[in-house]
């Protein structure tokens, strides 16, 4: 058993946009945010088993007027303002897919969500290429399989303009390439990897 953000990870890394990457960084935005992070050609995990959390990065300071609160009860996290379900929340409007259509339409309220998304996911990459330092960032998901233009394009301008020179240089913000059963890909392919005793990796 395994978190699907890690299995994702595993499955870009084997078979998809992260191959041959030994640091790297995959993220979904999709319903919610998540992630998971490969170090030195190994899986970060952390002391509890909880690295890759990247949806409860903050990019909002909590006194700030107006910042949404997350579902896990901070303000302030990434997924408050970028996740499907919290976006169309935000919106008053059923799913993700109906603020975006509104927000091309023009309705304001629609609109300044989204535009609170992409600065919410700009933030969120320039602290990953800047702190992890990783050589791709793979972003799936829904909401990034279906609005790249709103998910991929601002995390790069992001990086572009606000991340320091280096890890800016370093990096390329790519979408993943395994599409919506990328976890299951992942599992699978992390079973054949465990059977063959190539799996230390990612344990």
């Known amino acids: ?41 190994r899986m970060v995990r ?5 690295a ?8 909002a300071l909590p006194s700030c007027a107006g910042v949404p609160r997350c579902g896990c009860g901070a303000p302030g996290c990434a997924e408050a303002f970028a996740a499907g379900r919290n976006l169309a929340e935000r919106a008053g409007l059923p799913d993700a897919t109906a603020v975006y259509a509104a927000a091309a339409a023009g309705e304001p309220r629609a609109a300044a969500c989204v535009r609170e ?24 998901g829904a909401v990034a399989e279906h609005q790249p ?13 606000r991340a320091f020179r280096a890890p ?3 990096v390329r ?7 919506p059963d990328v976890g299951l890909i992942g599992a699978a392919l992390a079973a054949c990897e465990r059977a063959a005793g190539r799996g230390e990796w990612f344990l």
């Open 117 to 140: 998304a992409e600065e919410a996911l700009g933030a969120l990459a320039v602290g990953i290429a800047n702190v992890l330092n990783p050589e791709r960032i793979v972003v799936g």
């Open 173 to 179: 913000v790519l979408p993943a390439s395994l599409g």
């Open 1 to 41: 058993m395994d978190r699907d953000t890690a299995t994702a990870a595993i499955g870009e890394a084997l078979a998809g946009a992260a191959r041959g990457a030994r640091d790297f960084v995959y993220l979904t935005v999709s319903t919610g945010l998540g992630g998971a992070i490969v170090s030195g050609g």
């Open 52 to 59: 890759g959390e990247l949806g409860h990065w903050p990019v």
């Open 46 to 50: 952390g002391a509890s088993a909880t």
């Open 149 to 161: 233009a709103h998910v991929l394009g601002p995390m790069r301008a992001a990086v572009a303009a």
């Open 168 to 170: 800016a240089m370093a």
